[in-house]
């Protein structure tokens, strides 16, 4: 009842507070002459959001530059050491290639889900299509720690006993042995498993957002295709992918972003053992486990420099969507 009433007592006072920033603000500019207070209005509107901007985002961003260019304490310069350290290693080089096969694995697997859940569900009729479309979105409402724990029920495996994992339980009724799949490391096997967690949590984002696409393609050009003699598989690929492909674009780089900062996920359910290490969960080792506020900040860096090229590009993709407006 406590951590309620503390809850409660938190979001009334910050939306209240920043409420009240506000209308103070606004009630100190309005008190000033006509001219100053066009000049100012819009700062006293914005800067509050720059300062928290400023203080929780650009400050420990540039500190954390500062500190990859420092000891293990950071207590002395050591120059691009850390850097160094990090290309000499043969372990971060599997760490970047399992990167690269998130990337490449989850965004696609779950905008291909997602649009063949929508294309799918769109043919239902309207209850069955709401309830359907709910089921999928509805794991989005779980935290990738609580994904992450159901799921390593599914793949749990004791050897020499009865299986408890679903997984498991359906590869035995096949005839197979039990398998440790978290450990199955041969052609990234677990790798592949934990991905099917990512999918599975971002499926019902991407469905929501291609649902609303595939619902505002013009249908004069689906039944002009349809007249040309044009196939529903023709129609869908020539005539309606073309027509939502901004939104496929903008749902696959929301998602390989958030793919890029995995941590969770591998987190829980393997700590980066068994060949699954991917950067967030290596920097979030190097800092908790071994100390070493040098090198987790070089990982850190090379992962922000990783997002940066797919940062601008979503920037520049969306101005060019409102210029097209």
């Known amino acids: 009842m406590l951590k309620l009433i503390n809850a409660l007592l938190a979001i009334v006072a910050g939306v209240g507070g920043i409420l009240l920033l506000y209308f103070l603000l606004n009630l100190l500019v309005e008190r000033l002459p006509g001219k100053w207070e066009d000049r100012l209005k819009p700062y006293v509107f914005v800067g509050p959001a720059l300062a928290v901007v400023g ?8 500190q954390t530059v500062f500190a990859s260019f420092a000891n293990r304490d950071t207590t002395a310069w050591v120059g691009l050491d ?3 350290s990090l290309l000499r290693d043969e372990n971060f080089y599997e760490v970047l290639i399992n990167n690269l096969l998130w990337i490449i694995v989850v965004p696609a697997g779950s905008v291909i889900i997602g649009l063949l859940v929508a294309v799918l569900a769109d043919r239902l009729p309207a209850r069955s299509e709401k309830i359907t479309k709910s089921l999928i979105f509805l794991p989005m409402a779980i935290s990738f720690v609580g994904a992450s724990t159901i799921w390593r029920f599914v ?4 050897p020499g006993e009865n299986p408890i994992g679903l997984l498991n339980a359906i590869w035995t009724s096949l005839g197979f042995e039990n398998v440790v799949w978290l450990q199955l490391s041969s ?3 677990n790798d592949m498993l934990l991905m099917v967690i990512m999918v599975w949590l971002q499926a019902g984002f991407a469905m929501v957002l291609l649902s609303a696409a595939i619902k505002n393609v013009p249908e004069d050009t689906l039944e002009a295709a349809r007249i040309d ?12 992918v073309p027509q939502i492909w901004a939104t496929v674009l903008v749902v696959f780089t929301t998602i390989l972003i958030l793919v890029m900062k995995v941590f969770d996920i591998v987190y829980v359910m393997t700590n980066g053992a068994f060949q699954t290490q991917v950067i967030g969960n290596l920097f979030y080792t190097q800092l908790f486990e071994f100390g070493d506020a040098g090198r987790s900040a070089a990982i850190v860096v090379v992962l922000m420099i990783a997002v940066i090229p797919v940062m601008i590009y979503q920037v520049r993709r969306f101005r060019a969507e409102e210029v097209g407006r």
């Not at 203080?55 to 540039?62: C, G, I, Q, R, W």
């Not at 793949?155 to 004791?158: G, H, T």
């Open 229 to 240: 003699g044009a196939n529903e598989v023709q129609i869908f690929f020539r005539v309606v």
């Open 187 to 189: 052609f990234n096997v």
């Open 155 to 158: 793949y749990d495996a004791r």
């Open 82 to 84: 850390n850097y160094l």
């Open 55 to 62: 203080l929780f985002l650009v400050y420990p961003t540039v």
